[in-house]
């Protein structure tokens, strides 16, 4: 969890973890989000090219050891009912032709309804679901120096297709199918 009132943590930008399975050692990079369009997988690949360069220097092509647990996205503004409407907007705007905004108001309460858990990064929606009693086993995802593997549950919960982490630029919802 990344506590938000900390004057280390840089809003609107990406923080991603390595850690090793080995030896125990973790690495942090904080990306700047440029462009909202900007995806986890463009993060992902553009941290991994990154930790090569810092790790094993530039001129060496190895695939590191090191794996990446977590990619968190540190929003500008962290609000709740925005992050609701951002992916209610999402949901509609796969609509042919403009009858989405005449849905708009009923998927906006559909989607709040139906959210699991709100917060920055996947601990924090973990956390606040288990408040509400959707609680999930971590047990599964941690490494033998306890530390949760994130990027594994995020993959888990997609591969379940039984509900969905919607990544807004407000916030990060997981939201339930129902």
């Not at 540190?74 to 032709?97: F, H, K, M, Y």
């Not at 699991?116 to 490494?143: N, T």
């Not at 379940?160 to 990060?172: E, F, I, R, V, W």
Request: proline share 6%.
């Amino acid at each position: 969890m990344i506590p938000l009132h900390a004057p280390h943590v840089r809003r609107n930008a990406w923080q991603v973890t390595f850690d090793s399975p080995e030896s125990g050692q973790r690495w942090r990079y904080t990306i700047p989000a440029h462009h909202l369009n900007q995806t986890r997988d463009d993060i992902r690949t553009f941290a991994r090219q990154l930790h090569g360069i810092v790790t094993y220097g530039r001129g060496r092509d190895i695939v590191t050891p090191e794996v990446i647990t977590d990619a968190v996205f540190t929003p500008p503004t962290v609000c709740r009912r925005r992050a609701v409407g951002w992916a209610a907007l999402r949901e509609l705007r796969s609509a042919p032709d403009e009858s989405w905004a005449n849905d708009f108001p009923h998927w906006r309460r559909t989607i709040e309804d139906r959210t699991i858990g709100f917060g920055v990064s996947l601990s924090d929606v973990m956390a606040a679901a288990a408040l509400h009693g959707a609680g999930w086993d971590l047990a599964p995802y941690r490494d033998q120096f306890g530390r949760v593997n994130w990027e594994m549950v995020r993959a888990d919960i997609r591969h379940g297709a039984m509900s969905t982490l919607h990544q807004t630029p407000h916030g990060l919802l997981w939201v339930d199918h129902g």
